[in-house]
């Protein structure tokens, strides 16, 4: 890789769709169909089979979807993409393909919020256990981890608590127990992150953030890097005799995938497609608009921590540096002196936007402790950690002095 990464918009992406178009179409065309017909039962037999790589049916495969997959897989370098409607589904659609009943996460109790509820409630009731300790503590991964758990997971910079893990020890211990190593990667595009550098075996992406190219649509992305030796997972064990570091994929495509039927439509892989032909210059830009905000809200008497990890002051810069190349995320938090100031500089913003969201083109403001994490009771507000004081900022590609100048009129 360069320092400039590799450009969504080469040859080898070009070469990476499976087919060319009939009618030689420069972008890949949406089909928007559920079912594809076949001239003869014989190649039917075979579509059904997975023996011609034809299409049957759009909830199992789709070429628009497909021309997106092929794509990232380019980009990325992993070894099999699978596109999916959300984040979450992403996410959910992991751990129906590797956990089961008795199984446990050992994962930081700092997620993204859903993410938290998912683990904490959705997957507790089908019986996984999810253990939250700090990952920043390699010895008290260790102590977690026996031979139930499924996976070490990890976001590979806390939202919105900011915190950058060490990837690579991570990976050690999880390898060394035989359990793989997952990590929510949507803060940093594989454009500039290069997970298999640091022992992760399968990626997990909201498309909605960066890839999109700004909030157009809901999407996510599981990069399989076929890293993990998948014969010491006691759910994957006999289908990794038969398929080797195939197993998850297999799995995934074989059952979980075509079962959850949480696909991607054809019109949002066109609209993600598009999204990721930018993506590396948007992310480069709104890296560099944050990291001056940052450094902008630092000198404001009226605002207290500032919490970015391209600040070289930042607990995380050194270690962020090393996995994030000096790119990480355009997401920032910040804490004023209470709730209800956080609230005033909320209602009083005329550029940054009012939403939740991480990455649009456009800068949006949010108090997460009252909205993402709103409904949460006392009791586990507690876990999660959020205080009420802060704001979480995600930075677009506005001019910076003009955010600069909303922020001050905000504040004062
Ligand atoms: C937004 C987000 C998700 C969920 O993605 P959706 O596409 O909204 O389902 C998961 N993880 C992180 C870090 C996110 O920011």
Redesign the pocket.
């Known amino acids: 890789m360069t320092d400039k990464g590799i450009s969504p918009i080469t040859d080898i992406l070009a070469k990476s769709f499976p087919q060319k178009d009939v009618h030689g179409a420069i972008s890949m065309p949406v089909y928007i169909t559920a079912a594809f017909e076949f001239e003869t039962a014989e190649e039917m037999e075979d579509a059904f089979l997975g023996k011609n790589g034809k299409h049957t049916y759009t909830r199992i495969s789709n070429p628009t979807v497909e021309a997106f997959e092929a794509r990232v897989q380019a980009v990325s370098g992993a070894k099999h993409v699978m596109a999916v409607a959300?984040?979450?589904a992403a996410?959910s659609e992991v751990f129906a393909t590797i956990a089961y009943a008795g199984s446990n996460i050992v994962t930081s109790p700092h997620l993204?919020g859903?993410?938290f509820s998912l683990f904490f409630f959705t997957l507790k009731e089908f019986g996984v256990e999810v253990r939250f300790c700090n990952l920043l503590d390699i010895n008290e991964v260790k102590k977690q981890i026996d031979e139930n758990t499924c996976a070490v997971f990890t976001?590979i910079i806390t939202?919105p608590h900011m915190e950058v893990a060490d990837l690579a020890a991570l990976a050690e211990v999880a390898h060394q127990k035989g359990v793989p190593l997952i990590a929510?990667s949507?803060?940093v595009p594989w454009t500039t992150f290069k997970a298999p550098d640091f022992g992760v075996d399968i990626e997990i992406v909201?498309g909605?953030?960066y890839i999109s190219g700004g909030a157009t649509s809901?999407?996510?992305l599981i990069l399989d890097y076929q890293t993990f030796d998948w014969t010491q997972s006691k759910k994957l064990k006999s289908l990794a005799e038969k398929t080797g570091k195939r197993a998850f994929q297999v799995k995934f495509r074989g059952e979980i995938g075509r079962n959850m039927g949480a696909i991607m439509s054809p019109q949002t892989a066109f609209l993600q497609n598009l999204g990721l032909e930018t993506v590396d210059l948007r992310f480069r830009e709104v890296c560099r608009n944050c990291l001056e905000l940052a450094l902008f809200l630092q000198t404001l008497p009226k605002v207290k921590n500032v919490n970015y990890n391209g600040l070289p002051s930042d607990p995380f810069y050194e270690i962020s540096k090393k996995q994030f190349g000096g790119y990480p995320g355009a997401m920032l938090t910040f804490c004023l002196e209470d709730r209800a100031a956080c609230f005033a500089f909320i209602n009083r913003v005329k550029i940054i936007r009012r939403a939740t969201n991480?990455f649009d083109n456009k800068s949006l403001i949010i108090h997460p402790e009252s909205t993402i994490y709103g409904t949460l009771t006392p009791e586990y507000k507690k876990i999660v950690d959020v205080p009420d004081n802060m704001l979480r900022l995600s930075v677009g590609l506005e001019n910076v002095d003009d955010l600069k100048a909303d922020i001050l009129q905000a504040l004062n």
């Open positions: 959300s984040g979450m996410i993204f859903n993410t976001e939202n929510d949507t803060i909201s909605t953030k809901i999407g996510g991480l």
